[in-house]
Nanobody, 116 residues
Framework: VQLQASGGGLVQPGDSLRLSCAVS????????IGWFRQAPGKEREWVSY????????DYADSVMGRFTIYEDVDENTVYLQMNSLKLEDTAVYYC??????????WGQGTQVTVSS
């Protein structure tokens, strides 16, 4: 299982950014895909996930209403649309795949910096 995260960058507060996680079709069909982030000096935290088959979506309270996770099956990609970005959203963002509740597969991180 391989995941390729991309799309990070430097933005201002209030801006939007879309992260991409490219996976295989099999991964998209059979694994839950999640987004996590790690800010400097802090532990990695879960941000959002999308269930493998049941369409489940969930978000951390800190991003609820601002971030949206969705997939493009033609592109075999899971996106994280991030709107109304805040300074505290600055972190390295990772996508991961889960089988049976264990996040066992990770992509490389992509840096998101929100700065005025």
């Amino acid at each position: 299982v391989q995941l390729q995260a991309s799309g990070g960058g430097l933005v201002q507060p209030g801006d939007s950014l879309r992260l991409s996680c490219a996976v295989s079709r099999r991964t998209l069909d059979y694994y839950a895909i999640g987004w996590f982030r790690q800010a400097p000096g802090k532990e990695r935290e879960w941000v959002s996930y999308r269930g493998s088959r049941d369409g489940t979506r969930d978000y951390a309270d800190s991003v609820m209403g601002r971030f949206t996770i969705y997939e493009d099956v033609d592109e075999n990609t899971v996106y994280l649309q991030m709107n109304s970005l805040k300074l505290e959203d600055t972190a390295v963002y990772y996508c991961a795949a889960s089988e049976s509740g264990i996040w066992g597969y990770w992509g490389q991180g992509t840096q998101v910096t929100v700065s005025s």
